[in-house]
């Protein structure tokens, strides 16, 4: 089992805002990271740090870190937005790095 | 930009060693800052952590493979390399290596293989 806990699944309307979560008690002392995957492809990181989105991520992309809380907020979703959505932070010890279990977004 | 690629059978018989490589193009394994990481996703699962290798040689393991696992950094080659002894079915997967960058307060992996399937 993970150190981090994630919904397996959450929908959205297109267009709509769509927060995806990621909990975890040693999310009070280290911020996560977050990845997305489709079918068939590696990983690809969307969102790190606070809310630092790599180059070429959509403005849509957002993310925050409360508490022992993750966020990856997605304002306006596409369809290519679907997908499966990791985070990965190091565990409460901070000498272990594990993922999130992973909540696949689906995109109505 | 950072490629990466694995290499290695795509086979593996049960008790025998899984060796795989990751081939590093547009950016050394050598430079400060990094480390570079083995993940394994399992058929319609999750990402898992394997361990990784620090550009000075430092490596950190999953503890639950500790006693099999082997990870190493070939600067000469530029590549880095992924031992896992003993191997059984449960240790078929996608094997993806990547980048990682360790910063205060938090980890990224900013840069993928495209992963190579490895069936024992």
């Known amino acids: ?108 | 930009q950072v490629q990466l690629l694995e290499s290695g059978p795509g086979l593996v018989k049960p008790s025998q060693t899984l060796s795989l490589t990751c081939s590093v193009s547009g950016g050394s394994v050598s430079s400060g800052g990094y480390y570079w990481s083995w993940i394994r996703q399992h058929p319609g699962k999750g990402l898992e952590c394997i361990g990784y290798v620090y550009f000075t040689g430092t490596t950190y393991y999953n503890p639950s493979l500790t006693s099999r696992l082997s990870i190493s950094l070939d600067t000469s080659m530029n590549q880095f390399s992924l031992r896992l002894s003993s191997v059984t079915a449960a240790d078929t997967a996608v094997y993806f290596c990547a980048r990682g960058r360790g910063y205060s307060g938090y980890d990224d992996l900013d840069s993928w293989g495209q992963g190579t399937l490895v069936s024992v």
């Open chain 1, 1 to 108: 089992s993970s150190e981090l806990t994630q919904d397996p699944a959450v929908s959205v309307a297109l267009g709509q805002t769509v927060r995806i979560t990621c909990q975890g008690d040693s999310l009070r002392s280290f911020y996560a990271s977050w990845y997305q995957q489709k079918p068939g492809q590696a990983p690809v990181l969307v969102m790190s740090g606070k809310d630092k989105r790599p180059s070429g991520i959509p403005d849509r992309f957002s993310g925050s870190s409360p508490g022992n809380t993750a966020s990856l907020t997605i304002t306006g979703a596409q369809a290519e937005d679907e997908g499966d959505y990791y985070c990965y932070s190091r565990d409460s010890s901070g000498d272990h790095v594990v993922f999130g279990g992973g909540t696949k977004l689906t995109v109505l």
